[in-house]
């Protein structure tokens, strides 16, 4: 069985993996231990221990570029010996950003490093405190990335933000909109939202259940198909055919139709879901709403329709009055000629 | 068939294994769940107990040369215990079933202003119309005022069984789709997106589609949002443009805060042009739909009344235009009405009640709907109940109203795991009388790898 083939590779990667991830949550995150502040106070220069940082362009993992002299004249102002001090190298960082290319640009400044950094570890610190926001947009104008929602050229993953800007969140009639939002800006989406969030509900490859079956806990969730959905669908379909259709092919309503004995042809108690006298009037349903026929008789082009409706048949034409085909148009679609056998 | 799911779980495992370089990322989520239910079956009803597994993995920032590389996978997969179930239709006579819903890899390189996926996606991009497809994609950003995205391949289809086939339940069948959207930006005022849709099925065209999105936004309290969807397919077959726009919709949206917040929209749509160009049956159709509405989120907390209740209310007018035969020339008009409130309110943080009614209203068919719903939380037990009414303005299988209640009960019981049963019942036109349920475990978690402690 094909779900095999890929259940099991993935749980063997996903056991390996697991066992990788218990050795940190085993030890726990480790407390910073430098004392920042009182160095700060007394006057001693960041680079004295992050002299590396002054050519880092880039912000790495667990890395935070940090040097401590084995002999310095500021370090034995104060202590004798010098400690060995073996610094906690542990940092996760949540943006993009290089040091080497903005240091230049505060030279002059009082303590071009507290222009940004105005927090410090100190010895038990868990979460190392970095600079908000505002800080970089004191000198750059991002209204235009913020506009478009281009955040990851700096935010490395926006999940960790429990509250996005005003202008992201999903209130109110999002579940109508969000596909409008969509179409303009899904890198946008992706800042926060996998696929996978997506294909709980948009998925041609067909879930065997709806959302609101999988999730019944979820009761505040506006899920489209809660609840008794196979009694009321028609009645949605007639109301917004082209809703159903943007997510569902007809062979999916077919395959259905054809299953329950709904498409007469397939029905093995030979019911007809026509009303009576079907055939007098069944033209003009089929041109107020031809999705509803899709349902059953969408075979492509061989239709149950073109049985009657095709050049020399019983039906008439088809077309509708503003219909404007051509010969040559006959001769070039394979569909045309299903009916029209003689250009 | 057999061979692209191998490649995709290679992929996926080779990817998993210990990364060399930064700390990456994995989240899990599994769901795995037994369901007790009826199915409805040319009159009878007939009890099934599948067993399901759906599972979704994420990986994201492994870093390799030049950027960073991330992958999804998301599957689903059953097997029957009892009669067999009714698998949406298809792979009817197994016991087993199952699909793969997403598997991809995504690079993101030169500073994440290119990004280009591989494998089973889904498209959303300007008239893609979320496309589920088998292929490639790219989005790049060539200007900081410029965007391009594309991409091509095929329609995803069901069960890797109905590439180009009518029985396909991907709304774009074919065996080709290619698509694209050039976006431009400026300030906040204007997003605007010129975006294109192709597909075939041996050859022949199954969509053929321009499409123009906007945003203008002047002040921060209002947007407008705009689309049109024109297709090139049906301008060759109609005179009128209004035969030819498949999709277009306009709203107004006054997000004033997050609890007041005001939208007004016009859609119009054919719905003939929905259907795959390869179908005979869009020649038969000369349909439009339009749609007038407006709706509202009130909360009170919007007017400093320390009550966390808010309301919700929308009203849509629905206008369905169609047109006789070629000898007639008629045209005639139906009308409907779509009406909703619902209001819900947080007693505590922990806690949610709430109310909704709808009408909807067509002159072949329509119902009022009823429901109210809660869920609490404490000590880590959640428990929800849900009723549901429908009473139908004309019978459905003879019988006019549908009734369903439905209780959940779940337990963090911690580390990522949660544990949920639910019981459902009702009444409804197919079963005059039903009880279904199930119990599932759930998993999620997300694991950080080589993070080194001193």
């Known amino acids: 069985m094909n779900t095999r083939l890929l259940i099991l590779p993935l749980a063997l990667a996903l056991f390996g993996c697991t066992s990788q991830a218990k050795k940190p949550e085993a030890q726990g995150p480790q407390p910073y231990k430098f004392p920042h502040g009182i160095h700060v106070e007394s006057g001693v220069a960041c680079v004295e221990c992050h002299a590396p940082i002054l050519k880092t362009t880039s912000l790495k993992e667990n890395v935070i570029d940090v040097a401590i002299p084995k002999k310095s004249e500021v370090c034995s102002a104060c202590h004798d010996p010098i400690p060995d001090y073996k610094p906690v190298q542990r940092f996760a960082p949540t943006v993009r950003f290089d040091h080497a290319g903005h240091l230049p640009r505060l030279k002059g400044a009082k303590d071009e490093c507290q222009a940004c950094h105005t927090k410090f570890t100190e010895p038990g610190t868990i979460e190392p405190p970095v600079p908000v926001m505002a800080t970089c947009t004191s000198c750059h104008n991002h209204a235009q990335d913020f506009a478009v929602g281009r955040c990851t050229p700096c935010h490395r993953d926006l999940r960790k933000y429990e509250k996005p800007a005003k202008e992201y969140t999903h209130e109110a009639n999002f579940l109508q909109t969000h596909g409008k939002w969509a179409k303009q800006s899904v890198t946008t989406c992706a800042s926060c939202h996998d696929q996978t969030m997506c294909s709980q509900c948009h998925t041609a490859t067909t879930r065997p259940m709806p959302p609101s079956v999988q999730f019944p806990e979820k009761v505040a969730a506006e899920f489209i198909h809660r609840g008794d959905w196979i009694s009321r669908h028609s009645m949605e379909a007639g109301a917004d055919p082209t809703s159903c259709s943007k997510c569902h092919g007809t062979g999916y309503c077919q395959s259905c139709h054809e299953f329950q004995g709904v498409a007469s042809a397939m029905n093995p108690l030979g019911r007809d879901p026509h009303p009576s006298n079907w055939l007098a009037f069944h033209g003009s349903v089929a041109r107020q709403n031809i999705l509803s026929c899709a349902g059953c008789h969408n075979q492509g082009a061989s239709s149950l329709c073109v049985t009657c409706h095709r050049v020399g048949g019983i039906g008439g034409s088809p077309h509708p009055p503003g219909f404007k085909g051509t010969t040559s148009q006959v001769g070039s679609n394979p569909t045309c000629k299903i009916c029209h056998t003689s250009p | ?454």
Not at chain 2, 390 to 413: C, E, H, R
């Open chain 2, 1 to 454: 068939m057999r061979l692209r799911l191998g490649i995709a779980s290679l992929a996926a495992a080779a990817l998993l294994a210990p990364a060399s370089g930064q700390a990456s990322e994995l989240e899990v989520f599994s769901n795995t769940q037994l369901n007790v239910q009826n199915q409805w079956r040319d009159g009878s009803t007939t009890t099934v107990v599948p067993l399901y597994e759906f599972l979704s993995l994420s990986g994201r920032n492994i870093e390799i040369p030049g950027g960073q590389l991330l992958f999804q996978v998301d599957a689903w997969g059953g097997v029957n215990l009892g009669k067999n179930p009714w698998w949406n239709g298809y792979s009817n006579t197994g016991s087993w079933s199952g699909d793969l819903n997403l598997a991809y890899v995504q690079g993101r390189f030169l500073n994440n202003q290119l990004r280009v996926t591989l494998g089973r996606q889904t498209i959303g991009i300007g008239n893609s119309r979320m496309l589920q497809l088998d292929g490639g994609s790219f989005q790049a950003v060539i200007h900081k005022m410029f965007t391009l995205d594309g991409y091509v391949g095929v329609p995803t289809t069901q069960r890797f069984t109905a590439y180009g086939n009518v029985y396909s339940a991907n709304p774009t069948i074919g065996d080709l789709a290619v698509g694209g959207r050039l976006g431009f930006a400026w300030t906040t005022w204007v997003n605007v997106g010129f975006s294109a849709a192709f597909a075939w099925d041996q050859g022949q065209s199954t969509r053929e589609n321009l499409a123009i999105d906007l945003k203008f936004s002047p002040v921060s309290w209002m947007y407008l949002l705009g689309y049109a969807d024109w297709s090139l397919f049906a301008n060759e077959y109609y005179g009128s443009l209004g035969s030819q726009i498949a999709d277009a919709n306009l709203s107004l949206v006054f997000p004033v805060s997050p609890f007041l917040q005001f939208t007004a929209e016009y859609t119009y749509t054919v719905p003939a042009l929905a259907l795959p160009y390869n179908s005979v049956l869009w020649v038969f159709s000369d349909n439009t739909r339009q749609y007038l509405g407006a709706s509202a989120r009130v909360g009170l907390e919007y007017f400093k009344i320390n009550v966390p209740l808010d309301f919700d209310v929308g009203y849509r007018r629905i206008f369905g235009v169609w047109n006789g035969d070629e000898t007639t020339n008629t045209s005639s008009t139906t009308t409907g009405d779509r009406y909703y409130l619902r209001a819900s309110w947080r007693p505590t943080k922990n806690a949610t009640v709430g109310a909704e009614g709808s009408r909807l209203f067509m002159p072949a068919q329509g119902y009022w709907q009823a429901r109210a719903f809660g869920s609490l939380r404490m000590y880590g037990i959640t428990g929800t109940l849900d009723f549901q009414g429908y009473w139908f303005d004309q019978p459905v299988n003879a019988i006019s109203t549908s009734m369903i209640g439905s209780a959940t009960l779940g337990y963090d019981v911690g580390s990522g795991f949660a544990v949920v049963g639910a019981l459902q019942g009702g009444a409804t036109p197919y079963y005059s009388s039903y009880l279904s349920g199930l119990v599932k475990l759930t998993y999620n978690a997300s694991y950080r790898f080589r993070e080194v402690y001193e």
